[in-house]
């Protein structure tokens, strides 16, 4: 059972425009979520976060919207650059007894295309 | 500032084999956690080791055990390998503060290959 889901397997925009990768997710225990970017051959870097007690959180190029009421959130990137072309994944984390460990959807492939 | 650091980058070992992988935490962090990355995939969570024990476990079974040592530093074991190991391990440290932990920083990771 998938917790976390990233419908999206790949996406592709051009440079200069805004991309917008989406997640969803079903634990309603989940209260912190988190983008995370992936390099070949690298490990994953934080990028953005956001509590559940938040519905926006802006850093720079990136923002971070959720909706609990549809379990959704989205990263947004404006504007887009070759340079962010990478795989994302979305994480959630859990409160109480579920704290302790991060649960990733499968990531969507980011193209920024010159 | 040294970030986290794994050993070995690459490994090749035979199936029924057993493997010892490693991990140095970001400078300051306490807590380390061990993720299994399978091809196509998003890290799964293996375990976390906190204050030397391990604090919560995912769903492997028990052929994969680890160890963290008082310098924080961490080691996870896989006995009796199976060719669905085969996969990229990802350490991560984090640091336990005011009840919840900070955001994970992950290493490169280590990418093993079962024959």
């Known amino acids: 059972d998938q917790q976390v889901k990233q419908n999206s397997p790949s996406l592709s925009v051009q440079e200069g425009r805004i991309s917008i990768l989406n997640c969803d997710y079903t634990?309603?225990?989940?209260?912190?979520f988190l983008w995370y970017k992936k390099y070949p051959a690298e490990g994953p870097t934080f990028l953005i976060s956001i509590s559940s007690i938040k519905d926006k959180n802006e850093d720079g190029r990136f923002t971070v919207f959720l909706n609990k009421s549809a379990k959704h959130l989205s990263l947004h990137i404006v504007p887009s650059q070759p340079g962010d072309s990478a795989v994302y994944f979305c994480?959630?984390?859990?409160?109480?007894?579920?704290?302790?460990?991060?649960?990733f959807g499968k990531g969507t492939l980011l193209t920024v295309n010159p | 500032d040294a970030g986290v650091t794994q050993s070995p980058t690459h490994l090749i070992k035979t199936r029924g084999q057993q493997v010892t992988l490693r991990c140095s935490p970001k400078?300051?962090?306490?807590?380390v956690s061990w993720y299994q990355q399978a091809l196509g995939q998003g890290p799964q969570f293996i375990f976390q080791?906190?204050?030397?024990?391990?604090?919560q476990r995912g769903n492997f079974p028990d052929r994969f055990s680890g160890h963290q040592f008082p310098n924080y530093s961490s080691e996870l074991n896989v006995n009796a390998l199976l060719l669905g190991d085969s996969a990229l391990y990802l350490c991560?440290?984090?640091?336990?503060?005011?009840?919840?932990?900070?955001?994970?920083?992950f290493g490169q990771g280590t990418r093993l290959t079962v024959v």
């Open positions: 400078s300051g962090h306490d807590t």
């Open positions: 994480a959630a984390k859990g409160s109480g007894g579920s704290n302790y460990k991060l649960t």
């Open positions: 634990n309603s225990m989940f209260d912190y």
């Open positions: 991560a440290s984090s640091l336990w503060t005011g009840g919840r932990m900070t955001e994970a920083f």
């Open positions: 080791y906190y204050e030397e024990e391990e604090r």
